[in-house]
């Protein structure tokens, strides 16, 4: 047997951002203002964002340098390991060859450092004393938590009320590097108080947790909000997880005929699949990137495209995304981190170019392969983790009816060790299937009254 992972060394790890934008045939269409519909600049996110973000965000250039002192930081974890899956395969049966890029080794345990550190330092840079935002699983709230204590700047986490209650240990890593943490809907903002007066059981939603960082923020010139994916220099700053990824896959003498990550807002899958995507821009590969959504909150597989608000209440600018309709609540799954109403404007225009896939999998069938690869590789996988592997598993089984041997690539972003409550709900029957109606879905696209999109 070859070797099982792949390693760089430091001075062979990513001095830049990858900026898919500039190699998009269709470039995205530009964000609404709330009021007037009509077209905004840069000048609109200034209450929000550091100037160095927000020039990031609507930035043409191929590629953004990493600034020195975050380079420093990612080393603490980065470069992170690539591995072959052999025992995997093995259990699965399977002629493909399965590799996964393991994000869990850093601090904070998933991919979501990759860009705090840098949001962190650009807020830093320009004088900010607090940082608002919000989080579902843990998993982001955790990981600027920890940024934010480097910069030695305050951190408020709206946290989604079911993740606050199911996830307690994350909430208490938050604690830990010195964030104030709030369940949302709660009663410190105006729109939880809105959500709280209409249900007073609201589980949550991260819309709903947006609106409440968002209207925080925007109370304070001492205070910024940070956004922990969906928004493009997001998406840019986890590049480096795929740009390290194929320097691996080199190493290794081969290349993923196909790449497939979690879906949420699109930071996990933007991270690991934009820098293959760049080889079938700029070599005419043809690389499949799949993205992996729960069934309970399908934006991709079922939603619609058209302009929509990124927070239940509508604070933030009208976005042109795939979208369930921002009133939409998703069920309370153990996949937090994956309950978004909307998709990333970037990744919505390349799935509406079809550049990309995406494919949708019920909790009870995640959980399930999360096991298996727990038993064949011995890392716990995070509940989000585990639609990638779903997916996974799908197109391997395919190649095994097929008789074809091909090569999958996938982004194990974050362990599970903080999530066993939700395994523990899994081995005793307590987690249901639960794939939403198209009557659901329907009655919450039919609120929108947002513009559409020709």
């Known amino acids: 047997m070859a070797n099982r992972k792949i390693l760089l060394s430091e001075n062979e790890t990513p001095d830049k951002w990858y900026n898919i934008v500039a190699d998009m045939p269709n470039k995205p269409l530009p964000p609404l203002h ?255 990137c799949i993205a992996s959504e729960p069934a309970s909150c399908p934006k991709l597989t079922r939603g619609v495209f058209r302009y929509d608000f990124g927070d239940t209440v509508g604070m933030t600018p009208l976005l042109p995304m795939y979208t369930l309709g921002h009133n939409f609540v998703p069920a309370p799954i153990h996949a937090g981190g994956l309950r978004y109403h909307g998709a990333g404007v970037v990744v919505s225009q390349l799935l509406k170019d079809k550049l990309i896939e995406a494919q949708s999998h019920d909790q009870l069938e995640c959980f399930d392969v999360g096991v298996k690869f727990a038993k064949a590789e011995g890392i716990i996988p995070a509940p989000e983790a585990n639609h990638g592997i779903a997916t996974v598993v799908q197109e391997a089984m395919k190649c095994k009816e097929e008789g074809v041997s091909k090569t999958i690539l996938f982004n194990l972003c974050g362990h599970g060790n903080f999530d066993m409550a939700a395994y523990e709900a899994y081995f005793n029957g307590g987690l249901v299937k639960h794939e939403v109606t198209t009557e659901d879905i329907n009655a919450s696209l039919a609120k929108l009254n947002t513009p559409e999109i020709n």
């Open 34 to 288: 709330p009021g007037t519909k009509e077209p905004i600049g840069p000048e609109a996110l200034a209450p929000l964002f550091p100037m160095e973000l927000i020039k990031q965000e609507v930035s043409a250039d191929k590629w953004i340098d990493i600034p020195d002192e975050v380079v420093n930081i990612y080393s603490l974890w980065r470069p992170t390991p690539l591995y072959r899956a052999y025992n995997f395969e093995k259990m699965l049966d399977t002629p493909a060859k399965i590799y996964y890029k393991y994000e869990g080794v850093s601090p904070s345990g998933s991919h979501k450092p990759n860009t705090a550190v840098a949001q962190a330092y650009y807020n830093k840079q320009e004088g900010v004393k607090r940082i608002t935002t919000e989080t579902g699983a843990g998993q982001w709230g955790s990981a600027l938590s920890f940024a934010c204590n480097l910069f030695d700047i305050a951190c408020e986490v709206y946290m989604v009320k079911i993740s606050y209650e199911q996830k307690p240990y994350r909430k208490l890593m938050m604690n830990t590097w010195g964030a104030d943490v709030i369940a949302s809907p709660s009663d410190q903002t105006q729109a939880g108080r809105e959500i709280l007066n209409q249900d007073p059981n609201s589980p949550g939603s991260l819309g709903i947790a947006i609106s409440e960082a968002v209207e925080k923020a925007a109370m304070d010139e001492n205070t910024k909000y940070s956004l922990g994916s969906v928004l493009n220099h997001v998406l840019m700053h986890q590049t480096i997880v795929g740009q390290e990824a194929l320097l691996q896959m080199e190493k290794a003498g081969d290349m993923p005929d196909i790449v497939i990550a979690p879906f949420g807002g699109g930071s996990n899958f933007a991270g690991l699949t934009f820098p293959f995507l760049r080889l079938n821009f700029d070599e005419g590969k043809s690389i499949r």
